[in-house]
């Protein structure tokens, strides 16, 4: 079983512009993702862009130019790999780029649940920290029982086994194949929530709970701020 990470980096962003390229302390945010990946047990860790200034942060090894007009991180993901030659079971993860803080553990625990043959697909939650996060629209929560994610929501009245869902994805190869080649199902359209669309077609999406210290998604000036403080005194590690 051949493991890879593939870091899908896209430059347009509406609320922070160039987000990838933003620093931290003193080095872009996609180092920060690629260096936790380089720490994992993967076999190939890969930057996937459509920005040439991203991809000439990086050694040609390192990094894959994709086409600017994909719709989804997935499918950016799915243009790197096929340029690999990997076999059906080898297992693809997809690390958003904007997870500066992501554990290298958290990565390897997802490897590690592939030893399994059945698993198809998998995923990270955390706790669910306050009542303001339940409410919170932009958080997404992940339903989980023995293991398994049932549902995903943007709100949710119900609170046991309800966990903020991590959005890092899992990938056997075959399954990475199937999800991109099936359109978008209802629930995904409906939610703007792309895991749906393995669940309705049937994928079993198994989950587990990610031990990173510090979860922030950088998607404004404020998560910037908050990430260069964060760098500054090493709460993260």
Do not use: C
């Amino acid at each position: 079983m051949k493991k890879i990470v593939i870091i899908p980096a896209r430059i347009q962003s509406e609320r922070l512009p160039e987000k990838p390229l933003r620093l931290i302390l003193d080095k872009p945010m996609i180092k920060w993702t690629f260096g936790a990946g380089l720490q994992t047990s993967a076999d190939i860790v890969q930057v996937a862009t459509d920005s040439k200034k991203i991809y000439d942060l990086f050694s040609k090894d390192n990094v894959v130019m994709t086409s600017s007009s994909h719709l989804s991180g997935t499918d950016r993901v799915n243009e790197a790999v096929s340029k690999i030659g990997l076999r059906d079971n080898d297992v693809i993860i997809n690390v958003q780029g904007d997870e500066p803080f992501i554990n290298p553990n958290d990565i390897n625990n997802l490897f590690d649940l592939f030893s399994k043959d059945k698993i198809e697909m998998a995923t990270l939650y955390s706790e669910l920290k306050s009542s303001e996060e339940l409410k919170d629209l932009n958080k997404v929560k992940i339903l989980v029982n023995n293991g398994i994610a049932t549902n995903f929501y943007r709100e949710t009245s119900l609170e046991n086994n309800i966990f903020i869902h991590q959005g890092v994805y899992a990938f056997k190869y075959m399954t990475l194949k199937k999800f991109v080649s099936w359109k978008p199902s209802d629930n995904e359209k409906k939610y703007k929530l792309e895991q749906f669309r393995a669940l309705d077609n049937g994928i079993e999406i198994n989950a587990i709970k990610s031990v990173s210290k510090i979860h922030l998604g950088v998607d404004t000036e404020d998560d910037l701020k908050k990430a260069n403080e964060i760098a500054k005194d090493d709460s993260y590690k």
